[in-house]
């Protein structure tokens, strides 16, 4: 056995005991342990860290420790100095998600990945996902996953997760947003919230028949999902909605401007006639 030395910063601190939490601590580790299996050993999902620092150098998640190793493991490196001139540090653990993220959200997150699809993010969601399902949408299609089972994300094959410590979607939304800096690439209202499929603008005449008369009268405008055939327009629910993403982002540099004075968005329950 060899023992290292360990400390946890941002809020890594939450996967821990409360008395390992913001201290250094030793902890025994089998021979031939990487940084890896001792990060997710005491707790920590792998993709929850951004940097390992080992003995003040920077270091991959296969470094094996040695005995007397001191092991600083950091949530968001972009937020450090490390070095002997104070520069940021130039090596992530992993690559960046793509610049247009999609995401897969585990069966307990059916809100949240609502609120992305409300959003403009590209979501997979059923609640009968299992996790080796969610494990494969990852894999195969480059999705982020989103989970409050830490135990998915240490997964050797995921490499991009989020663990969601919020409980409230809306507050799992705004979590995610701060995270993953999600404002500036929101497309509000662009996606089907059942299908998360692109919607399509419509003419009111083709869709005439599937609107209430109150709806008729009111509005021109419409969307509509080529996959469900729900038909789209400002009505009661799209003010709510509107008010929600542009709290979220916080209106970081007008992401969300366009739609801060708008009424509402509702959709019909109605189907065209078989």
């Known amino acids: 056995m060899v023992t290292a030395t360990f400390r946890f910063y941002q809020e890594l601190g939450e996967f821990l005991p409360r008395d390992r939490r913001g201290r250094t601590f030793a902890s025994e580790c089998a021979r031939q342990s990487t940084t890896k299996h001792m990060i997710e050993a005491l ?49 992530r653990l992993r690559e960046r998600p793509r610049e247009r993220m999609r995401f897969v959200a585990d069966s307990h997150l059916g809100g949240l990945a609502r609120l992305l699809r409300m959003a403009g993010y590209d979501t997979l969601y059923d609640n009968h996902y299992h996790d080796d399902d969610v494990e494969d949408l990852a894999e195969n299609d480059d999705r982020i996953v989103l989970t ?30 701060e995270r993953l800096d999600l404002a500036h690439g929101a497309r509000p209202f662009s996606l089907c919230l059942h299908c998360n499929v692109a919607l399509r603008e419509v003419d009111k005449d083709s869709v005439a028949e599937r609107l209430p008369a109150s709806v008729r009268a009111l509005h021109d405008s419409f969307t509509t999902c080529d996959n469900c055939l729900r038909v789209y327009w ?41």
Do not use: W
């Open 43 to 91: 707790g920590v999902p792998h993709t929850e860290v951004e940097m390992v620092l080992v003995n003040g150098e920077e270091s991959g998640f296969d470094r094996v420790l040695l005995d007397g190793d001191h092991v600083a493991v950091y949530a968001r490196f972009e937020l450090l100095e490390v070095g002997p001139q104070g520069g940021l540090a130039q090596e």
């Open 148 to 177: 409050r089972d830490r135990e998915l994300l240490k997964r050797r094959s995921i490499l991009h997760g989020c663990y969601i410590h919020a409980l409230d979607p809306p507050e799992q939304l705004r979590e995610l947003f």
């Open 234 to 274: 400002k009505g009661s629910h799209y003010k709510r909605m509107a008010q929600l993403l542009a709290a979220v982002a916080q209106r970081r540099e007008g992401a969300l401007d366009d739609f801060a004075d708008v009424e509402s968005l509702e959709e019909t329950d109605f189907r065209p006639n078989a």
